[in-house]
């Protein structure tokens, strides 16, 4: 069996839900739903920062894991409304435009948060085991 590593972001969910910000296992680092949150525990009403502060969560987890963005193979972003689409899209373009990984946006009734416009999920490929 490969070695699972578990890495935490601080979230106050984290513990109060069970989960962690992300799980190694192998050359695999899946990524859970990452939401705009900052230290703070505020939220930038603009959808762009808020998928910009998602995509910062996930690649600091995605590099304690021992990789970067180059590894991402697979994105999938949550939005609320479909009128936030060009700006999230633009979040990520910034970020994976030359890595172009695999990826979904898709339009859900909400998020844990109503402040929340977006939610965005990763899944990496490291190139070697740890």
């Known amino acids: 069996m ?3 590593s578990r890495i935490g972001s601080g979230s106050p969910y984290e513990d109060r839900y069970g989960f962690s910000r992300a799980v190694r296992v192998g050359r695999v680092v899946e ?3 990452t939401a705009p949150i900052w230290p703070d525990g505020s939220c930038d009403p603009n959808p762009k920062a808020q998928a910009e502060r998602c995509l910062e969560i996930i690649l600091e987890a995605v590099a304690q894991a021992g990789g970067g963005p180059e590894d ?3 994105t999938r972003m949550f939005v609320t409304t479909p ?3 060009d700006e999230v899209g633009e ?3 910034e970020v994976f435009g ?3 990984p695999a990826t979904s946006m898709v339009v859900v009734a909400g998020l ?10 990763a899944t990496a490929l490291l190139p070697r085991p740890p």
């Open 2 to 4: 490969e070695q699972r």
């Open 31 to 33: 990524v859970a739903g």
């Open 72 to 74: 991402v193979v697979r």
């Open 83 to 85: 009128d936030v689409a």
């Open 91 to 93: 979040a990520h373009a």
């Open 98 to 100: 030359s890595v172009r």
């Open 112 to 121: 844990l948060d109503p402040r929340w416009f977006v939610e965005i999920e």
